[in-house]
């Protein structure tokens, strides 16, 4: 039956009700209305949870959209009236003054002074692998790829992954969102472990889990995942999202698929959302970085854009390379040959490594000289950006030597998204080395998500489902 046609059998079948029977209902309204409040609300002043660090949406997207190459002028002369607005509780207000941001922002014109627009931004896959120096290496090209067949340890190695992520993430949670600076000076010698019991509920494997969703309604079906897969988990299993991820699940509502739902209207698009979740790509193509990266781009592109895509291809290829390496700093130098070059994110991090190396002394805190080297470089970037983030986990792998415990201190004395970034880092150590029990077992078998009917899993079970699909994908990429 036709759309009108069924429009038109339902006017012509209703019949007036009873009103005694079945009064008018305006309640639902009321539900509605007081949502909004809180969702307008939190995006102008919240509070992270797991932290309590303070948060505004509306300033970071502004502080965002400049980052991005952009004369925010027109947006920024409006944030004084917002924020009084907010603290006054006059709601109508705000929301007009939201949505003339955000007009500002979708209009705003390039500022061609801005240092960003001097490096390129490849948007396709086909593009950003050309560009990558991995591809043009006519050696690893012709190589055989590598296959899970060839990890006898898999699911144990997968399992340990999945250890260090989840015990980066619930370490961090605790301290995300301060400077490396106000963390020292706050726990000291306490940052050495968990600063409290670790929970494990943490919106980064919710993400994870619908590539895993996604794996298998291709595994199902005998093919390989594509993007709309993931965007279809999405839909169907992830109620919320923050940032990047809830301008993303915005636009696929209204059925804008990825990429364009990944940059349409986004002033996100080049922040930490991909970076943190794509670890779990690493997982399903272990040893094979290239098909890492393209499942990367794929779940990337449903909320983000050019330079946080290339942040989440760098996630997961440090995920793959790991089944193949036994050393932080090998493992993080061969990750940089799948970056694409000219871009931002990849000058940034041939900058962060050649700090790297000129403050390596073999000093305890030859880290921290190192991040402060680079202060002016990441200064006008929130702490959820891609970009300071990325600095932390280089800095993390380079001066760690191979330590869990190092590494996670180092990531907290950069500060700015520590759980993201110790798991990224996590996930890559623990499929090298085993996990050590001091952040294991505190952790045990358990873990909380919000995705609806895997409120409760077992970290043995998500292992053996993730080893089983890595195996089942390799036949069809």
């Given at each position: 039956m ?7 059998e339902k ?5 007036p ?5 079945d009064p008018s209902d ?12 809180v969702?307008?609300?939190?995006f102008?002043d919240?509070r ?5 660090a303070?948060e505004?949406?509306?300033?970071a997207?502004?502080?965002a ?7 925010v002028?027109e ?18 207000e ?18 061609k ?11 396709t896959?086909?593009e ?8 043009n290496?006519?050696g690893a ?6 296959s899970?067949?060839d990890?006898?340890?898999l699911?144990d ?6 250890l260090?992520q989840i ?6 949670t605790?301290?995300?969102g301060y400077?490396?600076k106000?963390?020292r000076?706050?726990?000291?010698e306490k940052l ?11 919106d980064?494997i919710?993400f994870?889990l619908?590539?895993l969703k996604?794996?298998q309604?291709?595994?199902d ?5 594509t993007a709309d897969?993931?965007?279809d988990?999405w839909l169907?299993?992830i109620p ?13 509502r209204?059925?804008?698929?990825p990429?364009?739902s ?5 002033p996100?698009?080049?922040w ?7 670890m779990?790509c ?5 040893g094979?970085?290239m098909?890492?990266a393209k499942?990367?781009?794929m779940?990337s592109?449903?909320?983000h854009?050019t ?5 989440g291809?760098?996630s997961?290829?440090l995920?793959?390379?790991a089944f193949?390496?036994?050393d932080?700093?090998?493992l993080l130098?061969e ?10 994110f ?6 962060t490594?050649a ?8 000093a305890?805190?030859d880290?921290?000289a190192a ?5 002016e470089?990441l200064?006008?970037?929130n ?6 983030n990325?600095v932390?986990v280089v800095?993390?792998?380079?001066y760690?030597?191979?330590?869990l415990t190092r590494?996670f ?10 759980d993201?970034n ?10 090298m080395?085993p996990?050590?029990?001091?952040w294991?077992d505190?952790?045990g078998d ?13 970290i ?7 080893a089983?699909?890595a195996?089942k994908?390799?036949?069809y990429s």
């Amino acid at each position: 039956m036709k759309a009108w046609e069924r429009e038109l059998e339902k006017i012509e079948t209703a019949r007036p009700v009873n009103f005694e029977e079945d009064p008018s209902d305006w309640g639902g309204a009321d539900v509605l209305l007081a949502g909004w409040r809180v969702h307008l609300k939190l995006f102008w002043d919240s509070r992270v949870p797991g932290s309590r660090a303070p948060e505004s949406l509306y300033t970071a997207m502004i502080q965002a959209r400049y980052n991005q190459g952009y004369d925010v002028s027109e947006a920024e002369a409006l944030l004084d009236d917002g924020l009084a607005a907010c603290e006054r509780g006059n709601d109508a207000e705000l929301d007009m003054l939201s949505g003339r941001i955000l007009k500002a922002l979708n209009s705003a014109v390039p500022d061609k002074n801005h240092p960003t627009h001097k490096t390129v931004r490849p948007d396709t896959w086909e593009e950003a692998r050309s560009l990558m120096p991995a591809a043009n290496d006519e050696g690893a090209a012709s190589a055989a790829p590598f296959s899970p067949s060839d990890v006898p340890d898999l699911e144990d190695r997968i399992h340990r992954a999945w250890l260090g992520q989840i015990s980066g993430g619930s370490y961090g949670t605790a301290l995300e969102g301060y400077t490396g600076k106000t963390l020292r000076e706050t726990y000291g010698e306490k940052l050495n472990g968990y600063i409290k019991p670790p929970e494990t509920l943490n919106d980064d494997i919710t993400f994870e889990l619908m590539v895993l969703k996604a794996a298998q309604r291709a595994a199902d079906k005998s093919r390989d995942i594509t993007a709309d897969d993931i965007a279809d988990m999405w839909l169907q299993y992830i109620p919320m999202g923050w940032s990047a991820e809830y301008f993303a699940l915005e636009n696929l509502r209204r059925g804008w698929y990825p990429p364009e739902s990944g940059r349409m209207g986004n002033p996100f698009s080049e922040w930490i959302g991909a970076q943190m979740r794509t670890m779990v790509c690493g997982f399903l193509a272990p040893g094979d970085p290239m098909r890492a990266a393209k499942y990367a781009w794929m779940d990337s592109t449903v909320s983000h854009n050019t330079n946080g895509v290339y942040a989440g291809i760098h996630s997961a290829v440090l995920s793959s390379l790991a089944f193949l390496f036994d050393d932080s700093r090998k493992l993080l130098l061969e990750s940089r040959r799948y970056v694409p070059d000219g871009t931002e994110f990849a000058e940034l991090m041939d900058k962060t490594i050649a700090a790297a190396r000129s403050f390596d002394k073999g000093a305890d805190e030859d880290h921290i000289a190192a991040w402060d080297s680079l202060y002016e470089d990441l200064k006008t970037y929130n702490w959820i950006h891609a970009y300071p983030n990325m600095v932390a986990v280089v800095l993390s792998l380079w001066y760690c030597g191979n330590d869990l415990t190092r590494a996670f201190r180092i990531l907290a004395d950069c500060g700015v998204d520590v759980d993201c970034n110790a798991g990224e880092v996590g996930s890559a150590l623990g499929i090298m080395f085993p996990v050590p029990a001091t952040w294991s077992d505190p952790i045990g078998d358990d873990l909380e998500t919000y995705v609806p009917g895997l409120e409760h899993m077992k970290i043995s079970e998500l292992s053996r489902w993730t080893a089983d699909l890595a195996k089942k994908m390799v036949s069809y990429s």
